[in-house]
């Protein structure tokens, strides 16, 4: 109940396209949804978050959108650049203030490259 | 990503032996984590430590030890390392007070057991 499943694996993107990915949860307890970006050789780096009163945010090119009756959400990519290639986590976590749960759970992580 | 350091970046060891990774941090965050990365499985998360005396077991904990020295101080130990514990590892650190779960991750440490 606590596992995030995130696809795809692995996305090709030509340059200028939208890049899509989603992940789906099933712990309603949920309710901070962060993505997190990483360049090889680095540290995953947070990139946008949400929370589930909201049903979409955006930052510059990256958007989350969020269904939180469907339990699904996604991060799209605007515009993308060769300079976004990178590994894509979603993750989940509740606030430790509130509920039991206390953790971040991490999807398993996306490829993105984006090809000229 | 200096905010938070590891030490060493890089480590080849042999089977056997016992290791120590270090982590440390100038957030002024409570809480530190120690995870693991492998190709396909994402980040798993080993220990957490909500301070210095709250220390606590993550999904993969069996063959690793942790020691929090101070705050900004918390050290991953492999008491006697195997091959199957080649992975990339991850301290990272959240701010509860900010009010979510952001965590800030260090650079890595790259850990190959032969």
């Known amino acids: 109940q606590q596992q995030v499943k995130q696809s795809p694996q692995s996305l090709i993107v030509q340059k200028g396209g939208i890049s899509i990915i989603n992940c789906a949860y099933e712990n309603t307890a949920f309710d901070y949804f962060p993505w997190y970006q990483q360049f090889p050789g680095k540290g995953p780096a947070l990139l946008i978050a949400?929370?589930?009163?909201?049903s979409e945010k955006k930052e510059g090119r990256f958007t989350i959108s969020f269904n939180k009756s469907a339990k699904q959400f996604s991060l799209h990519i605007m515009d993308s650049q060769p300079g976004d290639s990178a590994t894509y986590f979603c993750?989940?976590?509740?606030?430790?203030?509130?509920?039991?749960?206390?953790?971040?759970?991490f999807g398993p992580g996306t490829s993105l490259s984006v090809i000229p | 990503d200096a905010d938070v350091t590891q030490t060493p970046r890089n480590r080849i060891t042999k089977t056997g032996k016992r290791i120590m990774l270090e982590c440390s941090q100038t957030?002024?965050?409570?809480?530190m984590y120690w995870y693991r990365q492998d190709p396909g499985l994402g980040l798993r998360l080993i220990y957490y430590?909500?301070?210095?005396?709250?220390?606590n077991k993550g999904e993969i904990s069996d063959g690793y030890s942790v020691s929090r020295q101070a705050q900004a101080k918390f050290s991953l130990s492999l008491e006697s390392a195997i091959p199957n514990q080649t992975a990339l590892y991850f301290c990272?650190?959240?701010?509860?007070?900010?009010?979510?779960?952001?965590?800030?991750f260090g650079p890595g440490t790259r850990l190959t057991v032969l």
């Open positions: 430590s909500f301070d210095v005396k709250d220390i």
């Open positions: 990272a650190t959240s701010d509860v007070a900010a009010g979510g779960e952001a965590q800030y």
């Open positions: 949400i929370r589930p009163d909201v």
């Open positions: 993750a989940a976590s509740s606030n430790p203030k509130k509920t039991s749960y206390d953790k971040v759970i």
């Open positions: 957030k002024g965050h409570d809480r």
